[in-house]
């Protein structure tokens, strides 16, 4: 019985129920095994189910053999020195920027960090933004002065007519004026409609002062974005400021819209406060730990 019992788990159901008619044959107390033999071989004798094929559509196509040279063999490559050349990376970091970029952006941090005052803020935060910048700039393209070709025209023209003894017609035209001595002296003597200035003029010192003195004046005025947007106005590369004494009568309605606004977003607006203080990234999150510990701290104090 031992030997039959040991078979029970064997490595093969045929060693198994060779065993188990052996002891089958040895005595009577083996019948014991009898029913457990016969559904043993009942589950064996058992007809396995059939499982249908894959229908052909499901079947996927076995992808091609690969092609491969005996002739040559598979290496890995090794990026050391005289060895294949290094994958392509982001090298932006490694650039050396010329001078003047990284002075720009040496000057854009600074102005971030440091606390700026309200005068020089202005410049920074409050310029106009695209949709009024580009009304302001459709009026002024209306009143561009002459550029050379023009000017030489028009002297051409006056020089034929005096030759025919006519009288030429000197009217004056209305036109952007620029230069910031003639602001200047347009704003003090009330002329001036309104002014546009340049927020990246360099040395800023140059205009600084307009704003105040157009507010105490009560000239109406705007900080825009670009010196050299003002420039393309008046043919020139760059321009401080811009300046409009009068318009046409079509655009007096124009004109006044964007009167009101510059008055009400600049003339009359709210107080400028100061700028700047503002930390980086890796300070930011150091602040942020620290004031994380401490709160820890005071609770677990709390708690005590």
């Not at 188990?20 to 071989?41: E, I, M, N, Y």
């Not at 002062?209 to 760059?238: E, F, N, Q, S």
């Not at 079509?250 to 700028?275: H, M």
Request: charged letters at 30%; one cysteine or more.
């Amino acid at each position: 019985m031992e030997r039959g019992f040991g078979y029970i788990f064997g490595p093969s159901a045929q060693g198994f129920l060779f065993q188990c008619s052996k002891d089958v044959q040895l005595g009577s107390a083996a019948f014991r095994w009898a029913p457990l033999v016969t559904r043993l071989l009942a589950g064996l004798q058992a007809p396995k189910k059939k499982v249908a094929p894959t229908p052909a559509v499901a079947r996927k196509a076995a992808a091609p053999a690969k092609v491969v040279n005996p002739l040559y063999e598979k290496r890995n490559k090794t990026f050391g020195l005289g060895g294949a050349p290094p994958p392509k990376t982001d090298l932006h970091r490694f650039v050396k920027w010329p001078k003047y970029v990284r002075l720009q952006r040496q000057k854009r941090v600074l102005s971030m960090r440091l606390k700026v005052p309200p005068l020089i803020n202005q410049f920074v935060t409050k310029s106009l933004d695209k949709n009024q910048a580009q009304t302001v700039f459709k009026l002024l393209m209306k009143y561009r002065p002459e550029d050379k070709k023009e000017k030489r025209d028009r002297l051409k023209t006056e020089a034929e007519a005096r030759v025919a003894g006519k009288e030429a017609d000197k009217k004056k035209p209305i036109v952007v004026k620029y230069g910031i001595n003639h602001i200047t002296n347009l704003v003090e003597s009330g002329k001036a409609q309104m002014v546009i200035i340049a927020h990246d003029v360099d040395p800023l010192e140059l205009v600084v002062w307009l704003p105040a003195l157009c507010k105490k004046m009560g000239v109406p005025y705007a900080i825009v974005k670009g010196k050299a947007r003002l420039g393309a106005v008046v043919h020139k590369k760059t321009a401080t400021a811009l300046a409009l004494t009068s318009v046409k009568n079509e655009d007096q309605r124009e004109l006044s819209k964007i009167v009101d606004t510059f008055k009400a977003q600049y003339n009359d607006g709210p107080r400028i406060n100061w700028g700047g203080h503002i930390l980086g990234p890796k300070s930011q999150v150091k602040t942020k730990q620290r004031e994380r510990a401490v709160a820890k701290e005071l609770a677990q104090r709390v708690g005590i």
